[in-house]
């Protein structure tokens, strides 16, 4: 029986798209200033969704999760006075490192499900990129 999606597997799929700094839920909810590597990367599982089972004799659930990347980048100030591009292109590298993926645990691939900024400050910028997947949730009856 799978009981969640794992984030270990998220984590080695960002860390091969060159991410250096990928955590977790707990790592985010800790953090208090910008992290020391930038960009770092927060791996958080934001909520699920089941549908009833339907089965007689097993449990059968179709379960949806939502993955949250939390980008964070320290502010930078161009010496051009252009506009920085880097969060844009950090955006991208993990829409295309996790897009059409399908994590081991999975019944269907990673889906891009939208994104938003969720901080903006001295400290640093930090925006949420949301992607869902599907798992089958199964047990047979006792």
């Known amino acids: 029986m799978t009981a969640v999606i794992s984030s270990e597997p998220i984590v080695a799929r960002l860390e091969k798209a060159g991410f250096l700094k990928v955590s977790g839920v707990l790592e985010w909810a800790g953090l208090k200033a910008a992290p020391a590597h930038s960009p770092a990367l927060f791996v ?38 252009g ?34 900024l969720i901080a903006a400050d001295g400290w640093g910028v930090a925006w949420a990129s949301d992607f869902t997947t599907a798992w089958r949730l199964r047990k047979g009856t006792s």
């Open 83 to 116: 506009a920085s591009q880097e969060l844009e292109q950090h955006r991208i590298a993990v829409i295309n490192a996790l897009i059409g993926w399908k994590h081991p645990d999975a019944s269907g691939a990673f889906d891009y499900a939208g994104g938003r």
């Open 44 to 81: 958080i599982t934001d909520r699920e969704t089941a549908r009833p089972n339907e089965m007689i004799g097993i449990h059968d659930q179709r379960v949806a999760t939502m993955i949250r990347i939390v980008s964070v980048l320290k502010p930078s100030v161009r010496i051009d006075g």
